[in-house]
């Protein structure tokens, strides 16, 4: 099965109906379409956030993307994949990111987009610092996103054992 594929690293605010629309526009062997779309929020641990700055290596970040987008066609039958991502300074309320896919069946449009999204918050390319009344910090990498995304690797995420 051929998967069209769309990867997009950009500054501006993207409609997701249009990039959903794009994916089923005239096919009749799409059954489901599931999307996702990171927002920013407007609170962190209680403490309100005045934006978030997301940057990035041009060319690097959507190659790695592509990469993973590639790697969920394979595993699942998708007829289209959208990935956006935005970089740049974004306000509470702003979406950040993006993701749709399509199948012909539901199980395989939610596994993939799930799977993608825990490859975007652990291993894409992005670095971000919040913005708060006291200032501005990196945001470190969490245990729990790890742990979310070791499940899709190979062994499941399971440490080897000994042999």
């Not at 998708?78 to 199948?103: A, W």
Request: aromatic fraction near 8%.
């Amino acid at each position: 099965m051929t998967t069209t594929a769309t990867v997009r690293i950009q500054r501006e605010a993207f409609d997701v109906a249009a990039e959903a629309a794009k994916l089923t526009r005239d096919r009749t062997d799409a059954g489901a379409v599931v999307t996702f779309t990171g927002i920013c929020r407007g609170a962190e641990n209680g403490e309100p956030i005045a934006a978030l700055t997301l940057e990035h290596f041009p060319g690097m970040a959507e190659a790695e993307i592509e990469r993973h987008v590639a790697e969920a066609a394979r595993r699942w039958p998708l007829i289209g994949v959208t990935v956006i991502h935005r970089y740049g300074r974004i306000e509470p309320g702003e979406d950040i990111m993006m993701v749709v896919t399509v199948s012909s069946h539901r199980a395989a449009a939610f596994e993939s987009a799930d799977f993608l999204m825990d490859y975007l918050k652990t291993r894409a390319p992005f670095w971000k610092q919040v913005e708060k009344a006291g200032g501005t910090s990196w945001v470190a990498a969490k245990a729990e996103d790890d742990a979310a995304a070791a499940r899709w690797a190979p062994d499941g995420g399971r440490p080897e054992t000994a042999k």
